[in-house]
């Protein structure tokens, strides 16, 4: 039962990921827009980023090298990710959150393979601080399903 919480949350991260990426890189087309496409602004605003680094554009590489190696330790993790659930009674909210962590990152492993890049779009700013960065839903679940594991380790299921 648990292990289907884990799925559905994977399943759900992954696809919310890769819908918006689509609907704002490609339907809304935020390439096209140079200064980005403001939503909340300054707090919200769409630009368009390529990341050939880890979450939230860090450790950029630009070889087909680092690529692969980066899909290789993303794919590992999400295996390191389900065997370490999968070993022993975790609660609900730990599956959950394994779920967002390898949702997120096997919807950066798609886009690398299909582009070469992780598609970004999110840039947040606020109180006269300019954020220059841009990360996408995948980072956001990814980062919420890690603090979440290392939060809610321990709390085993009854």
Do not use: T
């Not at 559905?8 to 992954?14: G, Q």
């Not at 009674?89 to 096997?106: K, N, T, V, Y």
């Amino acid at each position: 039962m648990r292990s289907r919480l884990l799925f559905w949350a994977a399943l759900a991260a992954f696809a919310i990921d890769q819908i918006s990426k689509y609907l704002v890189v490609h339907v809304m087309r935020v390439a096209d827009q140079p200064g980005g496409i403001d939503v909340v602004p300054p707090l919200l605003v769409f630009k368009y980023g390529e990341n050939r680094g880890i979450n939230f554009g860090l450790f950029q590489g630009n070889s087909e090298a680092a690529r692969w190696i980066l899909i290789g330790i993303s794919v590992a993790i999400c295996v390191g990710v389900l065997v370490w659930l999968g070993r022993a009674a975790h609660s609900g909210l730990m599956q959950f959150c394994g779920g967002l962590l390898i949702g997120g990152a096997l919807a950066n492993v798609v886009d690398r393979v299909l582009y070469g890049f992780v598609l970004d779009f999110l840039n947040m700013s606020c109180c006269g601080i300019n954020n220059p960065f841009v990360f996408n839903l995948a980072d956001v679940f990814i980062f919420a399903g890690a603090i979440g594991l290392v939060l809610f380790d321990g709390k085993k299921a009854s």
